[in-house]
């Protein structure tokens, strides 16, 4: 081994690990003094570590991690590469800098990540390289030890995504092969929940690039009891398995990796990709094209590179999101893309950037979309003006798109000197004309409610009422069917920001659940001052959408939602499903520190 040869480390490791802190502290100190880059995750349940720097410091830190005892059986994967360029690559990729993180869960197993992930103890069993390359060469003949034995009850599936399986995938051909063909790993839940039948009853055989995915997956297809027992699973991925059988075996193509070296191949030099636009053989990834709707790595070879600089993947494609979906833009504003009656208000706070085509590699990742649901009796204008700073301090990360709800109000005002409506005159002064002040509207209204909105203004039946939210219990599906509308035209959007009534409508679209994920489609709602409306029919179970909740602590502050009524909506949610920020102001969203940092933290788990 030559002093100066360079190499890559992968490990993981699932483990109860009794001080974080501790080891935090031996990483940190460890990988810097031996010079080592990459990214190093510790959580709860253990460790998820891909390093780079010379071999002899990789087999230095190998010797101390081993003399931990959390680290008995683990599988070190050493390999050789050429040293990381200081390119966008290496850079991407983490390699050029060290990152050492605590973190809730090693790999995002679901679109959920607050949901408890399955039991890792609960895994499928391990198939050495070996073991399973005899599986497949016998397509299911009798092994020793409860492996498959019918060849008809034998199915192969790949917990990787998309863009990796491009590249490189098994192909055996007695064996029929599932790719569930998914952008990112937290959707491979929602892949076997609706493909379960065609796992139930048989001998799974699964793989990824080095195990780790598979320790989860296979555990969670397991969890759903009798007919998914037989679950076996590629010890150590398709590393090990080239490793083994370096002419390829039945591995076809590159194993995509993530790190500077991009894929590493077999000695059979054929290639599995094509190019996204020509069809023409292409498996390199090292120009880092990404398509310009969900930003997933694209093959678009050197000529086509030349000629575009703009590409929609596969996946979009099938979903209907074609270049003739992209927004355009005219003096700097967003055109029109609706029928104003159909959609009154469209604010965003970067005009649409998400949406533009932009040069590759030079390109940020892909913002989260949140939709912005305001409170009742307000519109979008006012809920962006008071979301101002919130917006500003998301920049980097999220997109705010503020839209007025579906139902109009009448003018109306208290006659008494504390009218809070800013458009609504003191007792005994002449009431302003209705068309010098902004529309205000609601997505749920009373049940005597008429739907017409005249033009004059009228006193109000009775003083405020804090508890009047109670019985805005009506109009519901005339806001469902508008928000589809909205996701269809609009979309996608990553989650819901709902503040107030926008909260307790955002919360009823959770607890729906999986009736309304053909249309819309949640990965997260930020709930600030929500509540819970009587309505039993949609409080049958836990809600399983992960959630943030904002609410003030103190109930003499926030005059219209009490923090029990916001802590009672949380608990509607699953366990582990919910975040609660609790503040000392009253309805507001609060963008100091530290409320603004936990905000922060919540929304990059879905980055």
């Not at 800098?97 to 949901?115: D, G, H, M, N, Q």
């Not at 952008?183 to 793989?207: A, C, F, T």
């Not at 069809?279 to 086509?304: A, Q």
Request: charged share 20%; hydrophobic share 35%.
């Amino acid at each position: 081994m030559s002093k100066d040869e360079f190499g890559v480390l992968l490990y993981y490791k699932f483990a109860s690990i009794p001080d974080l802190n501790s080891l935090f502290s031996f990483y940190h100190s460890n990988c810097n003094s031996l010079g080592l880059l990459g990214r190093v995750r510790l959580s709860p349940n253990g460790v998820n570590v891909t390093v780079g720097g010379l071999l002899l410091a990789l087999e230095k830190h190998i010797e101390a991690v081993k003399s931990n005892s959390l680290f008995q059986g683990t599988d070190f994967k050493v390999a050789s590469s050429h040293h990381p360029l200081n390119d966008k690559v290496a850079v991407e990729c983490g390699f050029t800098s060290l990152s050492i993180r605590v973190v809730k869960e090693l790999v995002t197993f679901s679109s959920y990540p607050l949901l408890n992930p399955p039991e890792v103890s609960n895994a499928g069993r391990h198939l050495s390289a070996a073991e399973f390359h005899s599986v497949l060469q016998s397509a299911g003949q009798l092994m020793k030890n409860g492996s498959p034995t019918d060849d008809n009850q034998l199915v192969l599936l790949d917990a990787r995504n998309l863009y990796e399986t491009r590249i490189g995938k098994f192909h055996a051909p007695s064996v029929e092969t599932l790719d569930p063909g998914i952008r990112q790993y937290s959707d491979l839940p929602s892949w076997i929940d609706d493909n379960s039948e065609q796992l139930r009853g048989k001998h799974v055989l699964m793989y990824c690039t080095g195990g780790i995915r598979c320790e989860m997956a296979s555990a969670y297809i397991r969890s759903k009891g009798a007919g998914f027992e037989n679950v076996f699973q590629l010890y150590g991925g398709i590393q090990r398995y080239l490793e083994q059988f370096p002419d390829g075996g039945f591995f076809r193509g590159k194993n995509f990796v993530f790190d500077h070296r991009i894929s590493v191949g077999s000695s059979d030099t054929s290639i599995m990709g094509a190019c996204l636009i020509c069809g023409s053989s292409y498996d390199n990834y090292s120009s880092r094209c990404r398509c310009t709707h969900c930003r997933i790595l694209v093959l678009i070879c050197d000529s086509c590179q030349i000629k575009s600089d703009a590409y929609v993947c596969e996946l979009c494609l099938k979903h209907g999101m074609d270049f003739g979906s992209i927004p355009s833009v005219e003096d700097g504003e967003l055109a029109t893309v609706l029928d104003k009656n159909d959609l009154k208000t469209v604010c965003s706070d970067s005009k649409i950037s998400s949406h533009l085509p932009s040069r590759n590699g030079n390109a940020a990742p892909r913002k989260l979309r949140i939709l912005c649901l305001h409170g009742f009796r307000q519109n979008a204008s006012c809920f962006k003006g008071r979301s101002a700073s919130l917006a500003k301090k998301l920049k980097s990360i999220a997109e705010l798109v503020f839209i007025d709800a579906p139902h109009e109000l009448p003018f109306i005002y208290q006659s008494s000197t504390e009218a809070k409506n800013s458009c609504a005159p003191p007792t005994g002064q002449h009431a302003p004309p209705p068309e010098n002040c902004k529309r205000k509207y609601a997505w749920l209204v009373a049940s005597d409610f008429g739907g017409k909105v005249e033009a004059d203004w009228k006193i109000a039946n009775q003083p405020f009422d804090p508890l009047q939210y109670q019985g805005q219990t009506d109009g519901f599906d005339v806001s469902l069917a508008y928000l589809k509308k909205m996701f269809s035209e609009q979309g996608p959007f990553d989650g819901i920001l709902g503040f107030s009534q926008g909260a307790a409508m955002a919360a009823l679209l959770c607890a729906q659940g999986d009736k309304l994920k053909a249309e819309i489609d949640l990965r997260f709602v930020i709930l600030c001052s929500g509540f819970a409306l009587p309505l039993a029919d949609f409080w049958q179970k836990p809600i399983n959408c992960p959630s943030l909740h904002i609410f003030g602590s103190d109930p003499r502050k926030d005059r219209q939602i009490t923090s029990h009524t916001s802590r009672y909506l949380a608990s509607r949610f699953e366990d582990g499903c919910s975040v609660i920020i609790e503040h000392e102001f009253g309805h507001i969203i609060p963008t100091r520190s530290p409320y603004m940092d936990n905000i922060k933290d919540f929304l990059r788990r879905f980055l």
